[in-house]
């Protein structure tokens, strides 16, 4: 067993631990995503630390993995595939600040599987008005979360 491991396992538990803590007092609303997170995180967190601790030490070939990711992919296409990912990222963040996060998920979704993923349209448009119905339902209709309108927004007065 790795000393680090277990330290940084134990200490995962501890943040963890405390975010229940912290959350217990606070209002439904504002207690539900730390709840959400940190309650979930600590019982894998603490599975992994009984398993660190009672399991045996892994040697040799009991160590490697069944996935093959011996596939060699030449630097440049794994470079072009990083910086795609974090322009999707930053794009997010950027439609998040100009239009708002509830207009952002639909359109994120629908750019983002039409251009990145190539699917069809009409699995593009499901997916998307699925997507949007979920979160417009969770949010906004059972916990009524009100989020911050965007810049474009708030520019137009909307």
Known sequence: MRKGSLVFCTFLI??????IFAATGWSFKTKLFPLAVSIPLITLLVIQLLLMIGGKEQTGESATMD??????VPSEVARR?????????????AL????GFPLTVPLFIFLYLKFQSNIGWLSTIAITVVTWGCFYLLFQSLVHIQFEAGVIQTWLGM
């Not at 501890?14 to 975010?19: D, F, K, Q, S, W």
């Not at 996935?67 to 060699?72: G, K, L, M, P, Q």
């Not at 998040?96 to 239009?99: K, N």
């Open 14 to 19: 501890a943040i963890a631990a405390y975010a």
């Open 67 to 72: 996935i093959d990711f011996s596939i060699e």
């Open 81 to 93: 595939r990083v910086f795609g990912i974090f322009g999707w990222i930053v794009g997010f963040i």
């Open 96 to 99: 998040v600040y100009l239009l």
